[in-house]
Structures are given as C-alpha cells and as structure tokens.
C-alpha cells in the first residue's frame, strides 16, 4: 500500500470519528437540555424571549390572548366565527380596565374604523385603513376586529350593531384578501356597553379612518379597532 493512500485512509477514519463523537455530544446535549430545561442558561432564555415576542405582550397580555384564540374561532376548525360580549366577559377574567388598557400597547399598529350612527356600512377610507394595516402585517400572527356598542339606546341592538361591524371588517377582508389562511389569522369581538367608554383620548392618539372630521368618545365606542398582534404562544 502507497503511503500517501495510507495517509488519506487514516485522515478519512479520523474525520468520520470526530464526526461521530461530535454527533453523539450534540445528540446527548440535547437531551439533557429536554429533561432539564431550568439548566438553560438565562440569557439565552431571554434572547429567545425577545425574537420571539413584541415589548407589550406581557404575561397577562398574552394570557388573554391566548383565551380569544382558543374561545373566538381563530383555529380554523370551528364553525363559529368571534366572540360576542358574554364569551368576553368569560374569557377574559379581567377588569374593565385592565381590558381597556389592553389596546393601549397597539396604537402603533392598530387604526379605528368610524362609522356612521346606526350605520355598519364601510366607507370608502375605511376601506383604505383597512386594506393598509392587513398589508403592513410584517410576520405577525393575528389580526383583531374589536367593535365596541354604544352606551346611548337600547342595549341588544347596540350589541347586534356591533357585531354587523366586526363582520362588515371581516367580509372586506374576505373580499379583497387572497389569503387562504384567513379564518386561522382573524379574530373577532363585538362588545356590549358594558365595554363602551373608554377613557382616554383615542381619536388624539390612535390613526382613524376619518382625519380631520369630528371623532370623540362617542365615535370611538361605536367603532371597529384593528390590529396586527405580534405575541407567540
């Protein structure tokens, strides 16, 4: 036998050894990681953590979060399609409040869609909010439909005029979207009055569908917000 092949046989049986050895580390690595994942260390945790998650979802953030994707139909296989207010009131375990402030971390990627008093129709830059806030997704999971009831009338048709409003968003996406996975993306809440008023000034911070006309908390509570939300679960 040549020396020179005898050299390359000896560095071939080398390399598939190290190979090997390197493998059977990696394998076992790993499953030591799997039966103990407290043993990983932190900021690797938290490098994850971040990747992973936008700054707002929080643990109760992403708590609630989870009970709507579970309770409003986003996994595609159930027939029902949102949540109307007892389903909120269920899930969500929360204060008015505290639910409220929910939509406060969005505002830079949410929009309010305003509408006319008694009145589900879309207009025109409605339409337009809509159609841009779905485009400028940029990777995020799911996109809400939250229309709120007005406290002024009676409270059943307030509460069936929200839900038109969520639907009338919905079905706009439906026609102007070529995503197949829409029903999986989606999630929709009509809220009751008991959800109406909110505090703070959204028309001054939030962008709507109606620049420059009047919008004020009346308007607000008988809109439609929508929003890309960016948490893992």
């Given at each position: 036998?040549?020396?020179?092949?005898?050299v390359?046989?000896?560095s071939?049986?080398?390399f598939?050894g190290?190979?090997?050895?390197?493998v059977?580390?990696?394998?076992s690595?790993?499953k030591?990681?799997?039966?103990?994942?407290e043993?990983?260390p932190?900021?690797?945790?938290?490098?994850?953590?971040d990747?992973?998650d936008?700054?707002?979802?929080?643990p109760?953030?992403?708590?609630?979060?989870?009970?709507?994707?579970?309770?409003c139909?986003?996994?595609?296989q159930?027939?029902?399609?949102g949540?109307?207010?007892?389903?909120?009131?269920?899930?969500?375990?929360?204060?008015?409040?505290d639910?409220n402030?929910?939509f406060d971390?969005l505002?830079?990627?949410?929009?309010?869609?305003?509408?006319?008093?008694n009145?589900?129709?879309l207009?025109?830059?409605?339409?337009?909010?809509?159609?841009?806030?779905?485009?400028?997704?940029?990777?995020?999971?799911?996109?809400?439909?939250v229309?709120?009831a007005?406290?002024?009338?009676?409270?059943?048709?307030?509460?069936?005029?929200?839900q038109?409003?969520?639907?009338?968003?919905f079905?706009?996406?439906?026609?102007?979207?070529?995503?197949?996975e829409?029903?999986?993306k989606?999630?929709?809440?009509w809220?009751?009055?008991?959800?109406?008023?909110?505090?703070?000034?959204y028309c001054g911070?939030?962008?709507h569908?109606?620049?420059g006309?009047?919008?004020?908390?009346?308007?607000?509570?008988?809109s439609?917000?929508?929003?890309w939300?960016?948490?893992?679960?």
């Amino acid at each position: 036998m040549k020396p020179p092949f005898i050299v390359a046989t000896l560095s071939g049986l080398a390399f598939v050894g190290a190979s090997s050895l390197y493998v059977e580390r990696e394998v076992s690595a790993a499953k030591h990681r799997l039966a103990h994942p407290e043993a990983v260390p932190e900021e690797a945790k938290a490098a994850v953590a971040d990747h992973a998650d936008a700054e707002y979802c929080t643990p109760q953030f992403k708590e609630v979060l989870a009970r709507v994707v579970q309770a409003c139909g986003l996994g595609g296989q159930d027939a029902r399609r949102g949540c109307e207010p007892v389903d909120v009131r269920s899930f969500a375990a929360i204060s008015d409040d505290d639910f409220n402030a929910l939509f406060d971390p969005l505002v830079k990627r949410g929009a309010i869609v305003l509408f006319d008093d008694n009145s589900d129709k879309l207009d025109d830059p409605a339409k337009k909010l809509i159609s841009e806030r779905w485009d400028e997704r940029k990777g995020a999971r799911y996109f809400f439909i939250v229309a709120r009831a007005s406290k002024r009338g009676a409270a059943n048709y307030n509460e069936q005029l929200s839900q038109r409003r969520a639907n009338s968003v919905f079905f706009h996406l439906e026609e102007t979207s070529a995503d197949k996975e829409l029903d999986k993306k989606v999630g929709m809440l009509w809220l009751g009055s008991q959800y109406a008023q909110l505090k703070q000034d959204y028309c001054g911070t939030w962008t709507h569908s109606r620049p420059g006309k009047k919008c004020n908390d009346e308007a607000i509570n008988r809109s439609a917000f929508v929003s890309w939300v960016d948490c893992r679960l």
